[in-house]
T-cell receptor, first 114, second 110 residues
Framework: KAGVTQTPRYLIKTRGQQVTLSCSPISGHRSVSWYQQTPGQGLQFLFEYFSETQRNKGNFPGRFSGRQFSNSRSEMNVSTLELGDSALYLC?????????????FGSGTQLSVL | KNEVEQSPQNLTAQEGEFITINCSYSVGISALHWLQQHPGGGIVSLFMLSSGKKKHGRLIATINIQEKHSSLHITASHPRDSAVYICAVRLKDSNYQLIWGAGTKLIIKP
């Protein structure tokens, strides 16, 4: 069974640009959550999707958005990039998104904003 | 004060030593996760606990709900155990949001 796949692995953008990151969950998983990891802040929750619906959102500005498709693949978009958006973006999937389920993580997308 | 606190922040030990990493939290939770992150970013979920104790190989995780505390133990530590260990809690009254500890960087010397 293939794991969680995130693309691209690395990305370099300049301030003001926008970026779209992709996450393909494990086959059969319907919940996808996104996290931002920076050296200073650690891991922070961005949002979670289940069956194409956003169930919860963390404390990030509206420049951060996401969506989930009918095949459970999810995309995350960041508009008007700022230097502080440089981070490792991780997604995780779980089967039904139940509170007692383990999470399976992708390898992440390392975003550098210049 | 952070809602999830891990200790120690950094830990260096010799191969073979018994390792304990602690996680304390101040919120109501439905579950607690222990995860491992190796250099390069990949995160692996080790345990998901809502009560008691779980064991997998040389790893043992315990949780005390009343005291709001969890520990991750590694027996007979090995250099390949070197990684960052992260504790994360799933809030009880939230829609599946996870709050993360800052992580414990573990280095096991041969």
């Amino acid at each position: 069974k293939a794991g969680v796949t995130q693309t691209p692995r690395y990305l370099i953008k300049t301030r003001g640009q926008q970026v779209t990151l992709s996450c393909s969950p494990i086959s059969g998983h319907r919940s996808v959550s996104w996290y931002q990891q920076t050296p200073g802040q650690g891991l922070q929750f961005l949002f979670e999707y289940f069956s194409e619906t956003q169930r919860n959102k963390g404390n990030f500005p509206g420049r951060f958005s996401g969506r989930q498709f009918s095949n459970s693949r999810s995309e995350m978009n960041v508009s008007t990039l700022e230097l502080g958006d440089s981070a490792l973006y991780l997604c995780a999937s779980s089967g039904a998104g139940r509170r007692d389920e383990k999470l399976f993580f992708g390898s992440g997308t390392q975003l550098s904003v210049l | 004060k952070n809602e999830v606190e891990q200790s120690p922040q950094n830990l260096t030990a010799q191969e073979g030593e018994f390792i304990t990493i602690n996680c304390s939290y101040s919120v109501g939770i439905s579950a607690l996760h222990w995860l491992q992150q190796h250099p390069g970013g990949g995160i692996v979920s080790l345990f998901m606990l809502s009560s008691g104790k779980k064991k997998h190989g040389r790893l043992i995780a315990t949780i005390n709900i009343q005291e709001k505390h969890s520990s991750l133990h590694i027996t007979a530590s090995h250099p390949r155990d070197s990684a960052v260990y992260i504790c994360a809690v799933r809030l009880k009254d939230s829609n599946y949001q996870l709050i993360w500890g800052a992580g414990t960087k573990l280095i096991i010397k041969p």
